[in-house]
């Protein structure tokens, strides 16, 4: 199939997520081209089968703000006539779902027909689906979709709950490559980390307030009361700053680094012992698989979709957002019991080979074929 795949290009879940999807389909022969205003995070090799389109956006002073939808639908135009494509997936509703129907109808009118694949990942709607001004948008974009998929049951219901929508919705998890995310043996990093054989505890995100990662310098401040602990936090974002002033005033910046964003992160999580992601909403929570891939166990809030790749008491612990006191004894029970932890490890792993890449390839792949099929049904 010749696919095209319109996404972020950030290290935001979406873009992460669509970027690995790309270059799975393309190892197995498929042709993918990826549409764009930068080259994705995660593209930073050449990939046969794979290719990059920038999408350029014209600057003029009658302007103030530079029609981005506007350019992205020329260039998917342009891409599917000159290379011929099959299946345009679009990630994220808005803009890329409304630009790639306005494309579709353009390019109808050519006689080409092109179905639309439609991903919904998580703010697209609970935050920004939900402004008045963008909301019949976003309505409009997955009623009009061939297909649409969400990541998680959660953010199904939430969409069907907030939106009219009046066509299917199919629940196409995260995924997870284990071929890159596993447990690695780095010792000597760990040594390097925690030279007296301390815990180390983690974060990953986008350092956005949605993801409070001031309730983990509080939880860390009383795990690290009884159990020697060190605590990695990777990323960057808005509330760095914020965050680095609540570790001064707890009084364990000596003990919390900040590693910044890495590429690697599965090196990293490969010498942890918790994974924190304590957040107000989660679509899916792909940061925690990727964890609980490199047997980590995860210590969340029970927000979105996080019960439906954290197991309580089997692989991690839920608890209410905010609930800091739960957190924290959650932790210093798992970390003072090492039969547990290891046990809890291993049932880690074990839950996350439900989210294997090659189950949920095949489900995109079954997608793709029927609305191609569907759409050269309608074109004759």
């Known amino acids: 199939m010749r696919i095209g795949i319109v996404l972020y290009p950030t290290f935001g879940g979406s ?41 350029i956006i014209p ?13 992205l639908v020329g260039k998917m135009v342009e891409i599917v006539r000159s290379n011929h494509l099959e299946v345009i997936h679009a990630h994220y509703a808005i803009p890329h779902a409304s630009a790639a129907l306005l494309a579709k109808q353009i390019l109808k009118e050519e006689g080409i027909h092109i179905p639309v694949v439609t991903t919904l990942h998580g703010t697209d709607i609970t935050l920004v689906g939900r402004e008045a001004s963008y909301e019949p948008v976003v309505c409009w974009s997955i009623n009009h979709s061939d297909a649409v998929t969400a990541v998680s049951e959660s953010l199904k219901e939430d ?12 629940v196409v998890t995260n995924f997870i490559d284990f071929e890159r995310f596993n447990k690695k043996a780095r010792e000597h990093f760990k040594k390097a980390i925690a030279p007296n054989g301390e815990h180390i ?15 983990i310098i509080q939880i860390f401040e009383k795990i690290q009361k009884v ?30 680094t900040f590693l910044g964003k890495q590429e ?12 924190f992601l304590p957040s107000e909403r989660e679509s899916f929570g792909l940061s925690a698989l990727e964890a609980m891939a490199c047997e980590v166990p995860v210590i969340c809030s029970n ?27 959650d932790a ?31 489900q995109y792949e079954d997608i793709y074929t029927e609305v191609i099929e569907s759409s050269k049904m309608k074109s004759v």
């Open 15 to 55: 873009g992460v997520l669509a970027t690995e999807l790309g270059k799975a389909l393309s190892k197995k022969g498929h042709e993918v081209h990826f549409i764009s205003y930068n080259q994705p995070a995660r593209l930073d090799y050449f990939m046969e089968n794979v290719y990059f389109h920038e999408v």
């Open 303 to 329: 927000a979105g979709g996080l019960p439906e790749v954290v197991l309580d008491g089997v692989t991690g612990y839920l608890s209410d957002v905010g609930d800091i006191e739960k957190m924290a004894k």
């Open 59 to 71: 600057q003029y002073p009658l302007f103030e703000h530079a029609p981005y939808e506007t350019a």
């Open 159 to 170: 969409t069907l709950t907030h939106f009219n929508i009046q066509r299917e919705i199919k």
């Open 264 to 275: 690697a992160i599965e090196e990293i999580l490969s010498v942890c012992d918790l994974f």
């Open 227 to 256: 159990i020697p602990a060190k605590l990695l936090l990777i990323g960057d974002g808005p509330e760095r700053s914020n965050i680095e002033k609540i570790c001064r005033e707890f009084n364990v910046c000596d003990k919390v």
């Open 201 to 215: 505890l983690v974060h990953t995100s986008n350092f956005r307030k949605v993801k409070r990662i001031g309730d």
């Open 332 to 362: 210093i029970q798992l970390l003072s019991n090492s039969d547990k932890l290891l046990q809890f490890r291993k049932n880690a792993l074990e839950h996350a080979k439900q989210f294997d890449l090659n189950i949920i390839l095949k």
